[in-house]
Structures are given as structure tokens and as C-alpha cells.
T-cell receptor, first 112, second 111 residues
Framework: EDQVTQSPEALRLQEGESSSLNCSYT??????LFWYRQDPGKGPEFLFT???AGEEKEKERLKATLTKKESFLHITAPKPEDSATYLC?????????????FGAGTRLAVHP | DAGVTQSPTHLIKTRGQHVTLRCSPI?????VSWYQQVLGQGPQFIFQ???????GRGNFPDRFSARQFPNYSSELNVNALLLGDSALYLC??????????FGPGTRLTVT
């Protein structure tokens, strides 16, 4: 069964304290892995798409990496405005259509 | 460029009633997908539509249905509402070479 597990469930950081979020996945075949940011009561905001093991992408203080079994979202010198829930999702090969399977997310709180 | 739009923003319904939620995709995107997000969980896939046909369906009962119109906008319909249908309903638009862009969601409360 296709599955995504994110850890930790919640993370509290001091401003400037770098850390990493983990996304472990099990899929029969991977079309793509996605990272989203979600603020309370709002829709997910797209961050990155990764397609193959070894791929890396960066945007401001965020860097996403991908292996055959997991992905990491590295946050360098975070600021309070980075506080949000970060969602990981996979798009497995599934009968000719796209079906994102999400993890439960990591709630990040960055304190000044 | 306008992003994905959804309406209404939020609504309150009573058990047993019916609800219709609407979504307009990003211009040029021909595929629309619907997701249900219960508080504290990640979104769960309900449907994907493109070229006005259902292309995939998640593990949801037949009370959930959808359609896509010639302008690629979409409606999600839920009949015989249950308390457990209370959630944030998200629409995502996509097309070849794009990612999945989510709208702001519709917050449905069933009492």
C-alpha cells in the first residue's frame, strides 16, 4: 500500500536554529514527490517537486532533497514567518491518473 | 495571474442536507482534483477530472460526486451529509508540466 509518513509531528525552533523535516514514503512507483506549506485554515502552498533520487531544490531558506525511500526539507536559519505546517505528498503511478498521497504534516513553530 | 478560486469560503449545513462546492482552475489548466482535509490530517484524494471526465476516484462513498464543465471549472456535490463530512475541501488544478496548485478551500461544517 502506498504510504507517506512525516516526522516529527511538531517542531519548535528558535529563530536562526537550523533543522530538517523528514518524509518517508512507500510507493509502487514514483511520479513525483511534492512539498507544500500550509497556514492555518488556508490551502497548501506549493514549494517543490522532486522527481528522482539525488535531486535537490532550493528556495530562500528551504532546501529539499530526495532519496529512494525518503525526502528531507532542510530549513536554514529560520524566521518566525516560516512557522506553518509543512506537508509532503507523493504522486504514485496509479491507473493513468494523478493521486497525491499526503503525510499528516509537520507543524513548525519558530520563536524569536 | 489568478490562482485557483473556490466558493463559498465556508458554509454550515445540517445532517442529511446536500451541498455543492465550486472550483475554478488556473487559466490553461485542464485538470481539477478534489481533496478532503480533516483537522490535523493531510488532504485525502477524492476525485480527478480532466476533459470533463472522471479519471480517478479515492476511497469515498457514492454520496460524493463531481463534474467538470467545458470551461474546466468543477463542482463537488455531497448528498446526505454526515457529521464526519465536516472538513476543509480543497480543489487543485494542474496540467502537463505543471505542479498541483491548490485553492484556498471551502470550510464545511455539518451540525
Amino acid at each position: 500500500e502506498d504510504q507517506v509518513t512525516q516526522s516529527p509531528e511538531a517542531l519548535r525552533l528558535q529563530e536562526g536554529e537550523s533543522s530538517s523535516l523528514n518524509c518517508s514514503y512507500t510507493v509502487s512507483g514514483l511520479r513525483g514527490l511534492f512539498w507544500y506549506r500550509q497556514d492555518p485554515g488556508k490551502g497548501p502552498e506549493f514549494l517543490f517537486t522532486l522527481y528522482s533520487a539525488g535531486e535537490e531544490k532550493e528556495k530562500e531558506r528551504l532546501k529539499a532533497t530526495l532519496t529512494k525511500k525518503e525526502s528531507f526539507l532542510h530549513i536554514t536559519a529560520p524566521k518566525p514567518e516560516d512557522s506553518a505546517t509543512y506537508l509532503c505528498a507523493v504522486d504514485p503511478f496509479a491507473g493513468g491518473y494523478n493521486k497525491l498521497i499526503f503525510g499528516a504534516g509537520t507543524r513548525l513553530a519558530v520563536h524569536p | 495571474d489568478a490562482g485557483v478560486t473556490q466558493s463559498p469560503t465556508h458554509l454550515i449545513k445540517t445532517r442529511g442536507q446536500h451541498v455543492t462546492l465550486r472550483c475554478s482552475p488556473i487559466s490553461g489548466h485542464k485538470s481539477v482534483s478534489w481533496y478532503q482535509q480533516v483537522l490535523g490530517q493531510g488532504p485525502q484524494f477524492i476525485f480527478q477530472y480532466y476533459e470533463k471526465e472522471e479519471r480517478g476516484r479515492g476511497n469515498f462513498p457514492d454520496r460524493f460526486s463531481a463534474r467538470q464543465f467545458p470551461n474546466y471549472s468543477s463542482e463537488l456535490n455531497v448528498n446526505a451529509l454526515l457529521l464526519g463530512d465536516s472538513a476543509l475541501y480543497l480543489c487543485a488544478s494542474s496540467w502537463v508540466g505543471t505542479g498541483f496548485n491548490f485553492g484556498p478551500g471551502t470550510r464545511l461544517t455539518v451540525t
